[in-house]
């Protein structure tokens, strides 16, 4: 039986990346969308809070894209 969506998405190696990858992405889109704020000190709660779930997004594209690869490859050996 092949393992479902939740247990390859739980996986240690797919949720490593997803760390990285949201990581270096969230930064990047958390400089973007608020650098000017973090770098004169005004953050208030609501763009702490914002910049934190700029985060999620990359992590929850990274952990479905990884899932569908694992997936594909799974199928082409299944038909070889």
Known sequence: MAPTFWQIALETSVRKRALRISLIVGSVIALI????????????????????????????????????????RQQILDES
Do not use: Q
Request: glycine share 8%; net charge neutral; aromatic share 8%.
């Open 33 to 72: 969308n608020h650098g000017d704020r973090m770098i004169m000190g005004t953050m208030d709660v609501v763009a702490v809070l914002k910049c934190i779930m700029t985060y999620g997004v990359p992590y929850a594209v990274s952990t479905y894209s990884s899932v569908m690869a694992v997936r594909d």
